[in-house]
């Protein structure tokens, strides 16, 4: 018995092991990534669009953001660890392929050949600062926090602030069906914060020089 637990084990383990290399090895593809795009430019291809759920803010800037983070973050709203019911119901509907193809997209998106990245971000009020400094925002996301440490880390300089304000706010969210975000990192960030300090956290990052753009489709330009 114990030769035949051992023996299954092993299996599984190879069956895992073979799945999840199989998984790494998915490949985007920037070019068929912008034909599967038609559930995104509604809303991210518009410049200024405003979202009303949980609140009203602007949806975020993706084009320029990290391709990992893209994928990651698409992701998590198909498993619904981000729960958002319109977003979840596009992520849903895509498969791997589809995920890396829309974020190898995105990432190149609106990208200048020969752009140079942002330097260190400069210095915002002393509160600000304060709590840049307490949450150790840069640790991850970089000096310039265009820069993440990670690449499933987001960028965050330049994006929307009242994007970054809502969802901050859903990292410290917990048994709400509807909204919220199941990240253990980022909730014990924002959980130190009150709402009023993640706004001014908010409002400091976007007011950064950063890499993230809103490109509307080809025939609105």
């Known amino acids: 018995m114990n030769k035949l637990l051992l023996s299954l ?3 599984l383990v190879a ?3 073979t799945f999840s290399a199989q998984a790494q090895e998915i490949k985007g593809d920037a070019k068929a990534g912008e034909k599967k795009n038609a559930m995104c430019i509604g809303c ?3 410049v200024g669009y405003q979202a009303s759920f949980p609140e009203v803010h602007k949806v975020p800037k993706i084009s320029g953001q990290g ?3 893209i994928a990651s973050a ?12 319109s977003m979840r119901g596009i992520a849903a509907s895509l498969s ?4 890396a193809d829309l974020s190898a997209f995105y990432a190149a998106s609106g990208v200048a050949e020969g752009a140079t990245a942002p330097g ?14 307490k949450g150790a925002c840069a640790s991850c996301h970089g000096d310039s926090f265009s820069k993440p440490i990670d690449p499933s880390y987001p960028k965050i300089a330049g994006q929307h602030s009242d994007y970054l304000f809502v969802a901050l706010k859903a990292y410290k969210t917990e048994n709400n069906a509807q909204i919220g975000r ?15 300090e993640l706004k001014e956290l908010a409002n400091y990052v976007g007011k950064l020089p950063g890499e993230l753009k809103t490109v509307p489709e080809s025939r609105f330009r």
């Not at 791997?96 to 995920?99: F, L």
């Not at 509160?127 to 400094?133: D, F, G, I, R, S």
């Open 9 to 11: 084990s092993a299996v």
């Open 15 to 17: 069956s895992v092991t």
């Open 44 to 46: 991210h291809g518009i």
């Open 67 to 69: 391709e990992k983070y």
């Open 74 to 85: 698409l992701n998590a709203y198909k498993k619904g660890e981000r729960k958002h019911a």
């Open 96 to 99: 791997d392929q589809d995920i």
């Open 120 to 133: 260190k971000a400069a210095d915002g009020s002393a509160k600000a600062m304060e709590l840049v400094t």
């Open 182 to 196: 199941g990240n253990a990192i980022m909730g014990g960030v924002a959980k130190q914060f009150s709402n009023a």
